[in-house]
């Protein structure tokens, strides 16, 4: 199981970015797949994650109506569309999954349970 992010970059407060996770290895058709966030000199956090197939999802409260997780899976993607972006939406994104087994939507909640993990891609927000 392999997963890579891209999209990153640098926006004004108030705009609009999408990340994009492009996935490889899914041994199953209902894996959860989560983006998560990680910003200098603070602990990574759950941003927003899908359970694929069943289109199960979850937002973190700061981002609920702003953030929208989606997938095609027949091109094996999972996006992360970002509106109204904030300066404390800045961060290193990240794509991560549970290649052995399927955790709930609520196990978003605990970046742990998850052990495949994408490189990063840095999320901006200044003017």
């Known amino acids: 199981v392999q997963l890579v992010e891209s999209g990153g970059g640098w926006v004004q407060p108030g705009g609009s970015l999408r990340v994009s996770c492009t996935t490889s290895?899914?041994?199953?058709?209902?894996?959860?797949v989560g983006w998560f966030r990680q910003a200098p000199g603070k602990e990574r956090e759950p941003v927003s994650c899908i359970r694929l197939g069943r289109n199960d999802v979850y937002y973190r409260d700061s981002v609920k109506s702003r953030f929208t997780i989606s997938s095609d899976n027949a091109r094996n993607m999972v996006y992360l569309q970002m509106n109204r972006l904030k300066p404390e939406d800045t961060a290193i994104y990240y794509c991560?999954?549970?290649?052995?087994?399927?955790?709930?939507?609520?196990?978003?909640?605990?970046?742990?349970?998850?052990?495949?993990w994408g490189p990063g891609t840095q999320v901006t927000v200044s003017s």
């Open positions: 991560a999954t549970v290649a052995d087994w399927t955790p709930s939507i609520t196990g978003c909640r605990t970046p742990e349970l998850f052990d495949t």
């Open positions: 290895g899914f041994t199953r058709d209902d894996m959860t």
